[in-house]
């Protein structure tokens, strides 16, 4: 019954859409229409589509993070044995940042990923993973509180950049590369500011440092306020205080 007392017309719903007296009679519900035909399936395949999919990593790589707290995104090799030492540094590195109020970001895989995300986990902090599609597929580690897979790396890389305050490098391969050296452009053309990116490791690390240090800053393709972009440490304090001091440097600005 209605509030003056006359009868309520029958109704149907349509997700969040009521339809009332005649508009009500449907020959098919949409679930019916979408499930009981294929039809052509090239549309899937087509750019409009694929922007609506990139679109929709977007969408909830935003929802998804947007209340995740100040974090530092940890980079490494999904190769590193558990019972490597890179693997140990990446969970005292993991564990460190925890302690020190940072959530932890990493693409989610194995190895020195997941050790990072581990010490985090362990050590009370909030862990995130954001795995990438691939070939050779990994899945989540078991250590990740929040994961987010994505089909496309350019949407992943805008999610490590935008809700980090710094990165870590662990010795990585391609990857691990892709993200350094991405980080570094995108800090000296100015896109992102009070970004400090820390290689973690001398024994890895020196012989590129050195290559750029020697070739290409000699050389003249960049100054020495780009070389200062990077520290080179061994030390997990030493990365951790780096990464402070970036995070009050960025909140005086602000």
Same mark, same amino acid.
């Given at each position: 019954m209605t509030a003056n007392g006359g009868k309520r017309p029958e109704e149907k719903h349509r997700g969040p859409v009521v339809l009332r007296r005649?508009?009500?009679?449907?020959?098919?519900?949409?679930?019916?229409?979408?499930?009981?035909?294929?039809g052509p399936s090239d549309w899937?395949?087509?750019?409009?589509?694929?922007?609506l999919r990139?679109?929709?990593?977007?969408?909830?790589?935003?929802?998804a993070l947007a209340e995740l707290p100040r974090a530092v995104t940890v980079f490494g090799s999904a190769r590193t044995p558990r019972d490597h030492p890179e693997y140990q540094q990446g969970r005292d590195l993991g564990a460190a940042l925890a302690q020190n109020g940072f959530a932890v970001i990493t693409?989610?895989?194995?190895?020195?990923?997941?050790?990072?995300?581990?010490?985090?986990?362990?050590? +009370? @902090?909030?862990?995130?993973?954001?795995?990438?599609? &691939?070939?050779?597929?990994?899945g989540l580690n078991d250590w990740v509180d929040l994961g987010i897979n994505f089909r496309y790396f350019?949407?992943?890389?805008?999610?490590?950049?935008?809700?980090?305050?710094?990165?870590?490098?662990?010795p990585g391969g391609f990857g691990t590369l892709d993200e350094l050296f991405e980080a570094l452009t995108l800090v000296q053309t100015k896109k992102v500011t009070k970004f400090p990116v820390v290689l973690l490791g001398k024994d890895y690390w020196q012989g590129l440092y050195d290559w750029i240090a020697k070739t290409v800053l000699e +050389? @003249?393709?960049?100054?020495?306020?780009?070389?200062? &972009?990077?520290?080179l440490t061994d030390d997990v304090d030493d990365a951790v205080k780096v990464v402070h001091e970036a995070y009050r440097a960025w909140e005086d600005a602000h």
């Open positions: 005649e508009h009500r009679n449907e020959p098919t519900t949409t679930d019916e229409r979408l499930l009981d035909s294929r899937v395949h087509t750019d409009p589509w694929r922007v990139i679109q929709a990593e977007f969408v909830e790589g935003f929802g693409g989610g895989g194995p190895g020195s990923m997941e050790a990072a995300n581990r010490g985090c986990s362990e050590a +009370g @902090g909030f862990s995130v993973g954001l795995g990438i599609e &691939l070939p050779f597929e990994h350019f949407a992943r890389k805008t999610m490590f950049v935008k809700y980090s305050q710094a990165f870590v490098c662990l +050389g @003249g393709k960049i100054g020495e306020k780009d070389l200062a &972009l990077l520290h």
